[in-house]
């Protein structure tokens, strides 16, 4: 039994490209690591401070 579609969370950017190489199913991604969070990128999403520190308007 297979997935209709993949959807990412937390991996690297190296890791999201091998996946979706290998993957038969329809894959996106919703939250990629980054440097700037510590990779913890949902902290972002979770934090006002961070809101501001990195959406900045």
Same mark, same amino acid.
């Given at each position: 039994? %297979? !997935?209709?579609?993949?959807?990412? &969370?937390?991996?690297?950017? %190296? *890791?999201?490209?091998?996946? !979706?190489? *290998?993957?038969?199913?329809? &894959?996106?991604?919703?939250?990629?690591?980054?440097? &700037? !969070? %510590? /990779?913890? #990128?949902?902290?972002?999403? @979770? /934090?006002?401070?961070?809101?501001?520190? @990195?959406?900045? #308007?």
């Amino acid at each position: 039994m %297979g !997935t209709d579609i993949n959807v990412l &969370v937390g991996l690297c950017l %190296g *890791h999201d490209m091998i996946f !979706t190489k *290998h993957c038969d199913a329809l &894959v996106t991604t919703l939250i990629v690591k980054d440097k &700037v !969070t %510590g /990779n913890n #990128p949902q902290a972002a999403l @979770y /934090n006002i401070f961070a809101k501001r520190a @990195y959406f900045k #308007p």
